[in-house]
C-alpha cells in the first residue's frame, strides 16, 4: 500500500459523553473494508497539552511523546516498533511547512499523520477512525489542523449513561456527580453539533434500526455502506487495552436494544425520579420521555446531601491546591 492511496486528511472523530455508545460504533467502523479504528489515543485533548515544544517539535520531544501512556497503548496494540517511529520521524523532522497551519498544529499534524500513517498499513486500511469521547472539547481545534475531518457525535439518554457511569471504576461515585457530568457533555455536543462536519447519532438508533443509522453514518462520511458492518462476527481486532476490558468488553457484542432503558429497571425509585427532576430539561430537547416529578422529602434530602459533598470535595481540592 503507497502513501498516497491513504486518506490521512480525512480522518473520522467518534466524540460523545463516555457511556454512550462510542467504543461500539467504532469496532463497528472498523469492520469496513477501508476504515480502520483504534484504542483512545487522547491526542487532542491529553496527550498535545502535555509540555512538549510543539514550535520546535525535536525527536527528544518525538521520543517523550512515544512514552505517554495512552500512545504506549496505540502503539503496542498496532503492534508498531517504536524504533522505527523514531527513524520515521527523523527523516521528516525537518520538514518545511507548506501549509496555512500555525508551526504548532503543523506539527501535531506531523506527528498524528505519523503515527496514523504506520497504524493504516499495518491495517491495511486507507482511512482513521478516531475514538476519544472527551475529543468532544476540541472539535475546533481538530477541525482547524483536519478540515476535512468528520465528526461523529454520539448521544444516549442520560439516565442510561448515569445507570453505566455509576458502575465505572474510573468514575468518581455519587448520581448527581455523574449527571452533571452527561448534562456537560451534551451542552458541549449541542453547541457543536451546528457544524457542518458533525453529525449527530442516538446510541438508541443504533440499537434499534442499525442499518438504516449506518447508512445515515456512511453517507454522511463519505464511505459506502458495506454489510460486514452489522457482521459481529468479524470483530476480531483488539481496540482497547487489556485494563479497560472490564467495562468495554460488551462493545464486542451483538448490538441489544435491550440495554434501552436499563435504568428505569436497575436504578432505585429515589434515584430515577432525582434524574428524571435533574436531567429533566436536557432529556427533553434531545428528545427523550421524560416528565418532572415532585420530589418527596426523603429524596430532596438525598439531593441535598449530594450537593453537600460536592460542595466539600470542590472546596478540599481548592484548599489543597493553594496549599501545594
Not at 117 to 145: A, S, V
Amino acid at each position: 500500500m503507497s502513501d498516497s492511496t491513504l486518506k490521512l486528511d480525512n480522518p473520522i472523530f467518534i466524540v460523545g459523553c463516555p457511556r454512550s455508545g462510542t467504543t461500539k460504533l467504532s469496532t463497528i467502523l472498523n469492520r469496513h473494508s477501508c476504515i480502520a479504528s483504534a484504542t483512545e489515543t487522547h491526542f487532542f485533548n491529553f496527550v498535545s497539552k502535555q509540555k512538549f515544544n510543539w514550535k520546535n517539535f525535536s525527536v527528544q520531544e518525538f521520543k517523550r511523546l512515544l512514552k505517554e501512556s495512552r500512545i504506549e497503548d496505540f502503539t503496542n496494540l498496532a503492534g508498531l516498533n517504536p524504533e522505527y517511529l523514531i527513524e520515521q520521524f527523523a527523516e521528516i523532522e525537518n520538514l518545511s511547512n507548506d501549509s496555512a497551519l500555525i508551526i504548532e498544529d503543523f506539527n501535531k499534524k506531523k506527528v498524528f499523520d505519523l503515527l496514523v500513517k504506520n497504524y493504516l498499513i499495518k491495517k491495511n486500511k486507507i482511512r482513521f477512525c478516531e475514538k476519544t469521547p472527551q475529543h468532544i472539547q476540541n472539535i475546533g481545534e481538530i477541525l482547524q489542523i483536519y478540515s476535512q475531518a468528520k465528526i461523529i457525535l454520539m448521544v444516549r439518554d442520560g439516565r442510561d449513561t448515569v445507570n453505566s457511569l455509576l458502575k465505572m471504576p474510573w468514575r468518581p461515585k455519587g448520581l448527581l456527580n455523574n449527571a452533571r457530568f452527561w448534562s456537560h457533555y451534551v451542552k458541549i455536543g449541542k453547541k457543536e453539533s451546528l457544524r457542518p462536519e458533525v453529525i449527530t447519532i442516538k446510541y438508541e438508533n443504533l440499537l434499534e434500526r442499525p442499518q438504516d443509522t449506518l447508512i445515515s453514518i456512511c453517507n454522511f462520511i463519505g464511505e459506502k455502506f458495506e454489510d460486514s458492518l452489522l457482521d459481529d462476527s468479524k470483530d476480531s481486532d483488539n481496540l482497547f487495552s487489556a485494563w479497560e476490558a472490564s467495562w468495554k468488553h460488551k462493545s464486542k457484542q451483538e448490538l441489544d436494544s435491550s440495554r434501552i432503558n436499563a435504568w428505569s429497571r436497575e436504578l432505585s425509585s429515589d434515584d430515577q425520579a432525582i434524574l428524571n427532576w435533574f436531567l429533566n430539561k436536557d432529556l427533553l430537547e434531545f428528545g427523550y420521555q421524560s416528565e418532572l416529578p415532585k420530589l418527596t422529602l426523603n429524596q430532596v434530602l438525598k439531593i441535598l446531601n449530594q450537593y453537600f459533598n460536592l460542595a466539600f470535595k470542590k472546596t478540599y481540592r481548592l484548599i489543597a491546591h493553594i496549599i501545594n
